[in-house]
């Protein structure tokens, strides 16, 4: 069982959710909603676990194909429902920036599997909303 406590740090949404291993991040609403910018607002992290989901897994498959990932970014972008409560995410892009000598094949490989198969945020995602990506290298 995955367990996240979650303490309110001011009078308003400004929160700290910490993980079973002491790991932290700060959780607030906007300004127009009450809240002050003192954290990521809740549907930033689901776009935020999904780059992180697939930064893990794209390193590990580089890894195991011997491809020399110097670095790697990722930029991911998401569109919600207008005038929707609750505004549940349609369509979310994740821009994968690969750096180092990295054959084209084997990063289409790895990108791909971790989108469309093994990252968890993404699958849970994709029940309501399109999910699509691209990557480029950089050398």
């Known amino acids: 069982m995955i367990k996240i406590e979650l303490s309110r740090l001011d009078n308003d949404f400004n929160m700290e959710a910490v993980n079973d291993t002491g790991n932290k991040i700060l959780l607030d609403g906007s300004p127009s909603d009450?809240?002050?910018?003192?954290?990521?607002?809740?549907?930033?992290?689901?776009?935020?676990?999904?780059?992180?989901?697939?930064?893990?897994?794209?390193?590990?498959?580089?890894?195991?194909?011997?491809?020399?990932?110097?670095?790697?970014?990722?930029?991911?972008t998401g569109e919600r429902e207008k005038d929707a409560v609750p505004s549940l995410y349609t369509e979310v892009h994740a821009h994968f920036k690969l750096f180092g000598n990295?054959?084209?094949?084997?990063?289409?490989?790895?990108?791909?599997?971790?989108?469309?198969?093994?990252c968890s945020v993404a699958k849970t995602l994709e029940k309501n909303a399109k999910i699509t990506y691209s990557f480029e290298i950089v050398n």
Do not use: F, H, W
Request: glycine share 8%.
């Open 102 to 118: 990295i054959d084209k094949e084997k990063a289409q490989k790895a990108v791909s599997l971790s989108v469309e198969k093994y």
């Open 34 to 76: 009450g809240g002050n910018n003192r954290g990521m607002r809740p549907m930033q992290t689901l776009l935020a676990a999904m780059g992180g989901c697939s930064a893990i897994d794209v390193v590990s498959i580089l890894r195991k194909q011997r491809e020399e990932l110097k670095d790697i970014k990722i930029t991911v």
